[in-house]
């Protein structure tokens, strides 16, 4: 990790033959990622020029900007135990006891809160502190336990073994660990819209609709009916790019900007920030594709080489190894730079954040 967070390399908005190549194919309803660019751009327009570099980022010219020493560590166990302190207050054990008990079972299992603690380093970039996002972040922290309970069921990937535990349904069943999904959803925004204090109505609104659009028919849910009807195809570099910066990256991106909003962030700082997490979201899933391949099931507290038994298409598979890891740092590169508008030494959790995710190993 230390190359990677000591200088990193910022990289230059231009289109190596590798971004035309994904540029090149269409997705599932002839969506190519650049119209999900262009969206996404129309949407939240400042800063927005040369999107389409963000699916996939060129390596080709960088600079080196030095990056400030920064306990990364100690900020991620600090801010972990925040997050771990609120999610616990979120969701007292009450009646009915088994619904709250499988909602706390998934939620308080542990994990890395990468996303309740990007979303707290957003905020504090631009201006803001952890009271204000804490709310907010912990409805993604929510939403993402949500998805990991449904996609583990039997239905879906069928999975029996989640963070080095039995899966909620394993625990608690089918049915029950539907309905704790569904709390958990519904519970999330309720949290967001009684619990965060001291930010303008309409800034709660605007983050409340962006987490909204993450993980609806054109986020979250997108990339996972994709995902599901393309099992046993082949599909191509850039359909498995749309499942997965829907499945994955658009929760991550959410969870910057709502942090962005609600933080007090000019509409400029909120789109910097809107793209660095874009490229942290697609990265965290090649990552996660390549730790599949390379890891255990012990390493990882998930099942491993699962990907592989079934034939998913994943990116070391369409790309091969080598060029998977390739891609990996291209999209880490492409990510610190859209942080050099940003005082270094407030933004070096997120410049740590990128070489964490590059370099974990579970």
């Known amino acids: 990790m230390a190359s990677l967070v000591q200088a990193i390399p910022v990289v230059t908005n231009q289109t190596s033959s590798q971004q035309k190549r994904f540029l090149k194919h269409k997705p599932p309803n002839k969506q190519n990622p650049t119209i999900y660019c262009e969206k996404m751009t129309k949407t939240h327009p400042t800063n927005a020029t040369n999107n389409s570099s963000i699916i996939a980022p060129a390596a080709t010219t960088a600079t080196t900007r030095k990056i400030p020493s920064f306990s990364f560590e100690a900020y991620l166990s600090e801010k972990a135990d925040k997050v771990n302190r609120a999610l616990d207050e979120a969701i007292p054990l009450q009646k009915p006891m088994k619904i709250h008990q499988a909602m706390r079972y998934s939620l308080l299992a542990g994990g890395k809160r990468v996303r309740p603690i990007l979303c707290l380093a957003a905020c504090s970039l631009v201006g803001g502190d952890d009271a204000t996002a804490m709310p907010i972040a912990c409805a993604v922290e929510m939403i993402h336990t949500m998805s990991l309970i449904h996609d583990d069921l039997p239905c879906m990937d069928n999975d029996d073994l989640r963070r080095g535990r039995p899966t909620n349904h394993k625990v608690f069943g089918e049915d029950t660990a539907v309905l704790a999904g569904d709390a958990l959803l519904s519970l999330a925004f309720n949290h967001v819209a009684e619990k965060t204090k001291n930010v303008e109505h309409c800034r709660v609104v605007r983050a409340i609709a962006e987490l909204a659009l993450a993980i609806?028919?054109?986020?979250?849910?997108?990339?996972?009916?994709?995902?599901?009807?393309?099992?046993?195809?082949?599909?191509?570099?850039?359909?498995?790019?749309?499942?997965?910066?829907?499945?994955?990256?658009?929760?991550?991106?959410?969870?910057?900007?709502?942090?962005?909003i609600l933080g007090g962030g000019e509409s400029t700082e909120v789109e910097s920030l809107r793209k660095y997490a874009r490229c942290i979201g697609l990265l965290f899933q090649v990552v996660d594709d390549i730790l599949d391949v390379t890891k255990s099931s012990e390493q990882l507290g998930k099942t491993a080489g699962k990907d592989l038994a079934t034939e998913k298409a994943t990116y070391p598979r369409l790309m091969g190894l080598a060029k998977a890891r390739e891609f990996a740092g291209e999209l880490a590169r492409k990510a610190v730079d859209e942080l050099s508008h940003f005082?270094?030494?407030?933004?070096?959790?997120?410049?740590?954040?990128?070489?964490?995710?590059?370099?974990r190993q579970n």
């Open 343 to 359: 005082d270094a030494l407030k933004a070096a959790p997120l410049y740590h954040l990128a070489g964490y995710l590059a370099t």
């Open 216 to 260: 609806g028919s054109e986020g979250l849910v997108a990339g996972q009916i994709v995902d599901l009807d393309s099992e046993g195809e082949k599909i191509s570099l850039n359909e498995l790019e749309y499942i997965h910066v829907h499945k994955t990256s658009m929760l991550l991106e959410a969870a910057a900007v709502c942090g962005g």
